[in-house]
Nanobody
Framework: QVQLVESGGGLVQAGGSLRLSCAAS????????MGWFRQAPGKERDFVAA????????SYADSVKGRFTISRENAKNTVYLQMNSLRPEDTAVYYC???????????????????WGQGTQVTVSS
């Protein structure tokens, strides 16, 4: 089972930026699409962004398009989420996840993922 460890969360003022990282264990990271999801207090976990195994295909939730960028470094077993122009409504616990199957495109449903990190808190103050 893959182990995923997120980092980079914190407290930031509205309009600020954060960069989240997710480090994966094992030798097969480069074969799998990766995704970022978030869960705000009292709400369901929602899709944020995803990237395919090679990094040349991405998908974003409408609420973050133009502000967030997902990327990956397969040599470092790491996927990133660059978050700019942060808003109070971006406050949530952010999770990274690994796709169930290798060599796939991007997926927006959390049912397509079977490996999850512990999450990192992002708090945006107004």
């Amino acid at each position: 089972q893959v182990q995923l460890v997120e980092s980079g969360g914190g407290l930031v003022q509205a309009g600020g930026s954060l960069r989240l990282s997710c480090a994966a264990s094992g030798r097969t990271f480069s074969r799998y699409a990766m995704g970022w999801f978030r869960q705000a207090p009292g709400k369901e976990r929602d899709f944020v962004a995803a990237i395919n195994w090679s990094g040349d295909s991405t998908s974003y939730a409408d609420s973050v398009k133009g502000r967030f960028t997902i990327s990956r470094e397969n040599a470092k077993n790491t996927v990133y989420l660059q978050m700019n122009s942060l808003r109070p409504e971006d406050t949530a616990v952010y999770y990274c996840a690994r796709d169930r199957a290798p060599w796939t495109g991007v997926h927006t449903s959390q049912n397509a993922y079977d490996g999850w990190g512990q999450g990192t808190q992002v708090t945006v103050s107004s």
